[in-house]
């Protein structure tokens, strides 16, 4: 039977989101989309309402969140502040690996990290020569370049990883690597490394077109040594698990670009029924109703596909990688177009900062690109569909 009704407990965690987006975040977006400096009052807040330990268990002190929990938190946070909900979602993305192939003592060492101290987590992938390399369905011989060299029951890792979200700030590091370049699918490792480790520093935060209040930056591994505490899983099952984990944040990224269009549609509706423009308001001209029109179906088109999308992922495993693909592109390709639309409606004032109808489309763009970019997520689409 087909069922789109919240239970109490998703209505109410909703609600805590949106009251969250609009009275803690709505009057300072300006400022944090400066991006001067990192607001730790964010990660603080999130802390105390249990959204960045939304999936960690229970009895280890977080939420047992499932995916349809997380995409509600992204709209409604998004459509107010998206930087934040990727503060958060990376966060979550460190958190997974270590859900799926962690052991015991792995869970008792790293989930109190952002579980009880409220860190922030971070996943390096992305390399400065490797992007889309990582995250298509065949690992090439030489794409990863971050390699860890095994000697005995220790790993030396040395590499570069950049573009990577909570860079420098988060308590908690996912590292891909392999332990041999020219066989990277039998050889590749997940390692899971504490911010103070010996080897691990950072480079420059990036000057970013949008999401600025987001940290973003590089990872330097230099001579880090660590144990089999930090792998993740098995040796050789790490691209498996990233994989996986990619499959499922792209649930919430989705739902993220639903509340970036959302926030836009709404400014160029609250624009429209006030600006006055031959001798009407502007809502009530034909070409606009048709655009505003549009912008909310297209809207609604992208949630019923994220909705769809998180709920098989919630329900069933392992991870689908088609409808979030699929939604990730539909929602995202969406969100910029509204952001764009929305701008129009708003004429010469849509293009000035003081509106923030221009700042939905610089947040909108990036999600077009992480998370896989939209053509191999459309890959994703027809390797699935041509194995059936
Ligand atoms: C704000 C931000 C935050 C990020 N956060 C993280 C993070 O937390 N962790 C992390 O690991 N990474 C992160 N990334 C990196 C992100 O995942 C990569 O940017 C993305 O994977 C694309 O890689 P690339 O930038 O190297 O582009 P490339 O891979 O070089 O791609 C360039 C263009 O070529 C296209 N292309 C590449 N290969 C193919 C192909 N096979 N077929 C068709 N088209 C192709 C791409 O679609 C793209 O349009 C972040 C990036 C940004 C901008």
């Not at 009052?41 to 969140?65: A, C, N, T, V, W």
């Not at 080897?199 to 940290?215: A, P, Q």
Request: glycine share 10%; with cysteine; proline share 4%.
């Amino acid at each position: 039977m087909l069922d789109f009704e919240l239970s109490d407990e998703q209505v109410a965690l909703r609600r805590l989101a949106h009251e969250f987006a609009n009275k803690d975040l709505r009057p300072i977006v300006r400022q944090l989309d400066e991006g001067k400096n990192f607001n730790w009052d964010i990660p603080r807040k999130l802390h105390e309402l249990g959204f960045l330990s939304l999936f960690i268990p229970e009895e280890y002190g977080g939420g047992s969140g499932k995916v349809t929990d997380a995409m509600l938190l992204m709209e409604e946070i998004a459509a107010v502040e998206p930087g934040v909900c990727t503060t958060m979602g990376a966060t979550w993305l460190a958190t997974a690996p270590l859900l799926f192939a962690g052991t015991e003592e792995q869970h008792k060492k790293f989930f109190p990290i952002i579980a009880e101290q409220g860190g922030l987590g971070a996943s390096g992938t992305t390399e400065p020569q490797a992007g889309s390399d990582l995250e298509a369905k065949v690992l090439i011989p030489g794409a990863c370049r971050t390699v860890a060299r095994k000697t005995g029951k220790e790993y030396v890792l040395n590499g570069r990883k950049c573009f990577i979200s909570n860079a420098g700030v988060a308590g908690i590091y996912i590292i891909f690597a392999v332990t041999d370049a020219q066989r990277p699918l039998e050889t590749s490792c997940l390692f899971a490394v504490e911010k103070n480790t010996p080897g691990l520093s950072f480079g420059k935060v990036e000057d970013k077109m949008g999401l600025r209040s987001s940290w973003t930056g590089d990872l330097i591994i230099e001579d880090m040594k660590l144990t089999e505490i930090n792998r993740i899983g098995p040796e050789g099952m790490g691209y498996q698990i990233h994989l996986a984990r990619l499959a499922n944040a792209r649930g919430p990224v989705s739902a993220q670009a639903v509340g970036i269009a959302r926030g836009a549609y709404e400014i160029a509706l609250r624009y429209a029924k006030e600006r006055v423009q031959g001798g009407k308001r502007i809502i009530e001209h034909q070409a606009m109703i048709q655009k505003l029109a549009e912008m909310a179906i297209q809207i609604e088109a992208a949630r019923l596909m994220v909705w769809r999308a998180c709920w098989v992922n919630a329900n069933l495993l392992p991870p689908n990688r088609l409808y979030t693909a699929m939604s990730k592109v539909f929602a995202t390709d969406m969100a910029v177009r509204v952001a764009v639309e929305a701008i129009q409606v708003l004429g010469g004032y849509g293009y000035m900062k003081d509106y923030l109808v221009e700042k939905s489309l610089r947040d909108a763009k990036v999600l077009q690109i992480y998370e896989g970019p939209n053509e191999i997520c459309r890959e994703t689409v027809m390797e699935v569909l041509a194995e059936d």
